[in-house]
């Protein structure tokens, strides 16, 4: 899955000799690459080999629509109970329009999905050009993205409280940008308010380089990006923020890596 893939989401992959298996037999993917340590592989794989995966058994199963760039990995739950339809395995799809959708992960036929929460729920997405300082007039345009920059990491999902926790940037007003952390709840996409969600991102370090004021610097909500994937560890939620352009003629960002309390959404 790349970035260049606006507006839509190709679908899972599964092995066509297996598909009914599969679904019995489905694994969560809860966070980037399978694990903490960001292995990239599935050690709990039992259905795949290199004997059926080829071009007359493995393939595409269906295609799912989506409103943005899908920089996030998409990430799987399975069997969540989803109400008034059973329990099912999903997968969970965040675009940089600040949208979420909860699919089925197994039936071709399910079109809709089981929840999509919008940007008027997550806040208005940032036009792509607005984390630049380019020349006046200048021609050019922040290329990385389509058109808007919203949930751009790969969110983590905690299955003890069904729970997926995502960053959001948006704009509101005329030059006000702002980072939030959501923790929405797995099964209808309610935002978990009893775990304070969401919560304003925000920071202060102390330090004497771009943007210091008297001696501190703030996190800039619209230089940086949040592109790493969200990490959950011993009840903590791991935020880490970067540049959006690293040759451009303010070097107004820096790097930053934050800790929230899963529960409560207090930085830690």
Known sequence: MTHEMSGIFAGLLLAVVSVSSARSQA????????DNV???ANPSETILRPDNVNVRQFGK????????DLYAQP?????????????????????????????DADDPAASSPYWHLTSELLGKPVPRDDVLDL??????????????????????????????YLVTKSKEGIDKYVLRLH????????????????V??????????VGSQQGTIHLNARKNLNRPALLLLNGLIYLAFGSHNDDEPNYQYHGWVLAYDARTLRQA
């Open 61 to 68: 199963v269906f295609e799912r629509e989506v409103d943005g």
């Open 27 to 34: 694994i969560s993917v809860l966070t980037n690459r399978y």
């Open 200 to 209: 304003t991102i925000e920071a202060v370090a102390s330090g004497n380089g």
């Open 75 to 103: 990430l799987i739950a399975a069997n969540i109970e989803i109400p008034g339809k059973g329990r099912h395995n999903v997968v969970y799809l965040a675009t940089a329009n600040n949208s979420v959708y909860a699919y």
């Open 135 to 164: 020349p006046p007039n200048s021609t050019q345009h922040y290329l990385n993205f389509e058109r808007t920059i919203g949930i751009t990491s790969t969110p983590v999902i905690d299955l003890q409280t069904e729970t997926i």
């Open 183 to 198: 923790a929405l709840d797995l099964t209808t996409g309610r935002e978990r308010t009893e775990f304070h969600s969401p």
């Open 38 to 40: 960001r292995s990239g």
